[in-house]
């Protein structure tokens, strides 16, 4: 005779086997798909070494001229592709192309007004469409890198005072 004990372990045992609750059912593989995809598109992409930074340095005071450049690289996916760089107004408060400003990070009331040129000789404000002059220039090969130079200028003008002054100016290319 079994007893009631030795009843509910068998029990409990056929009804876990009932469920699939056995050893190999835990160990047991399940699998799925993975779906990868990528899109390639024609046109241009922006790549930079030096995260395209326009770093002006630190100064005392805005009683000189500060010039300084930085370079980054446009990449077509189609060989001899024509294409405009602009460069928009940033995000200084009031900006146009033709009057960028750096807004001090802890006081949005404080601003450095400043400019991009497309050459050393700061001869043009380097903007897009109708807002300054727009560079236009030729890959020979696809995925070619071609080098921009931007040449920023802050001209003398009156301290706002001291702290961190930055601006983010989007580089915008268009094929042509």
């Known amino acids: 005779m079994m007893s009631r004990i030795s009843t509910r372990i068998a029990f409990a045992s056929a009804l876990v086997a009932s469920l699939g609750f056995t050893g190999s059912a835990f160990a047991a593989s399940k699998s799925g798909t993975l779906n990868v995809q990528l899109t390639i598109e024609e046109g241009c992409s922006v790549f930079d070494t030096d995260g395209a930074n326009l770093n ?3 100064w005392s005071g805005l009683t000189d001229n500060i010039k300084q450049s930085a370079t980054f690289n446009v990449s077509c996916s189609t060989a001899n592709a024509k294409f405009t760089v602009g460069l928009d107004a940033g995000k200084g408060a009031g900006a146009s ?3 960028r400003y750096m807004t001090n990070s802890t006081d949005a009331t404080k ?3 400043y400019n991009l040129y497309t050459a050393s000789d700061y001869q ?3 903007g897009t469409g109708a807002d300054a002059v727009s560079y236009t220039a030729a890959t ?4 070619t890198n071609v080098p921009f130079t ?3 200028w ?3 003008q009156i301290n706002p005072g001291s702290g961190v002054y930055k601006d983010t100016v989007a580089i915008l290319v268009t094929l042509n």
Request: glycine share 14%; aromatic share 14%.
């Open 124 to 126: 043009k404000v380097w």
């Open 150 to 152: 931007v040449y920023g």
């Open 154 to 156: 802050v001209k003398p």
């Open 56 to 58: 002006f340095g630190t």
């Open 111 to 113: 601003k450095v007004g």
């Open 140 to 143: 020979t090969a696809a995925q």
């Open 97 to 99: 192309a033709a009057a």
